[in-house]
């Protein structure tokens, strides 16, 4: 399984969890001469030589702005807390950063950019309404009224294969680049369990039932802050009921098509997801048999 590693993992942040509670450890953090906030251009990264992502000397401005997200190589890391546009929203030109970064500075640039989001969708309090401030080395969120805390959430996302007879149901949505197919997927809704989730969304977009899941990988999605679940689900039949709300189409493809596509090869039935994407990952690891 380590083979397959998801995107957005592998970062080399040490995260400082215990010292996060500590305004005077972050002062010193801040104050160190080896600490460097992340350059992002909006959410999107800035990347220097070999598509590296670049770390400025800290710009010195008021503790609150920053968040710490961690060490790296021993010298802290931080990030500056900014308004920003909607981070669901992705350009082309980031896509293509995404797919140069090395695997570990992309596993932490989800991290700030998360992060960054986060602040700046809950700068008020959801209960009262008041303002809220950063606190916890901005790992958290106060409301300047209540005194009540808030903490980054992060939405649970199943992401699944359905599997019948040696072959796999991918589908498109109407957004997809031309040619392309993916997992199906959607969100867990509460008071459900991962395969539950798995199950009725293999139904409601296809009509397959499901009879048993397993589970394959996670990876965080900072897209804005999600954590993807895959998973591979045994299903009874290959009958298609598509939900054209959801899906523009849904195919059953063998192994050996499976393998064209993500090889490339001139004339595959389909264009798989990006590498950086879990679903590639679920794909990679369905091909090896996991």
């Avoid at 998360?114 to 008020?124: K, P």
């Amino acid at each position: 399984m380590s083979d397959f590693p998801p995107g957005f993992t592998g970062s080399p942040l040490v995260r400082m969890d215990h010292e996060r509670d500590s305004p005077e450890t972050t002062a010193m953090a801040l104050a160190d001469p080896q600490a460097r906030q992340l350059r992002l251009a909006g959410l999107d990264p800035v990347l220097g030589p070999n598509s590296r992502l670049v770390w400025d000397p800290i710009d010195r401005v008021a503790e609150e702005q920053f968040a710490l997200l961690g060490l790296i190589d021993g010298a802290p890391r931080f990030v500056a807390l900014v308004p920003t546009a909607d981070a669901n929203r992705r350009s082309p030109g980031l896509l293509q950063m995404l797919a140069d970064m090395p695997a570990g500075d992309g596993a932490t640039y989800a991290v700030a950019r998360s992060l960054v989001d986060w602040h700046a969708r809950n700068a008020f309090c959801a209960r009262c309404g008041n303002p809220t401030k950063p606190i916890r080395a901005g790992w958290a969120r106060r409301c300047t009224v209540e005194q009540r805390d808030h903490f980054p959430r992060t939405d649970p996302v199943v992401i699944m294969l359905a599997e019948h007879a040696g072959r796999v149901l991918i589908g498109r949505q109407p957004g997809f680049p031309p040619g392309r197919y993916s997992a199906l997927a959607g969100f867990v809704e509460v008071g459900e369990s991962i395969e539950e989730a798995v199950a009725r969304e293999l139904f409601e977009e296809a009509g397959v039932r499901s009879t048993a899941v397993r589970y394959v990988a996670s990876q965080p999605w900072p897209f804005p802050s999600s954590l993807m679940i895959a998973c591979i689900a045994d299903v009874a039949d290959d009958a298609i009921t598509l939900d054209t709300q959801e899906l523009e189409d849904a195919i059953w493809v063998t192994r050996e098509e499976v393998a064209a596509g993500m090889s490339g090869a001139a004339g595959a039935r389909f264009l798989p997801p990006p590498a950086y994407a879990v679903a590639h990952t679920l794909f990679q690891r369905w091909l090896a048999g996991d």
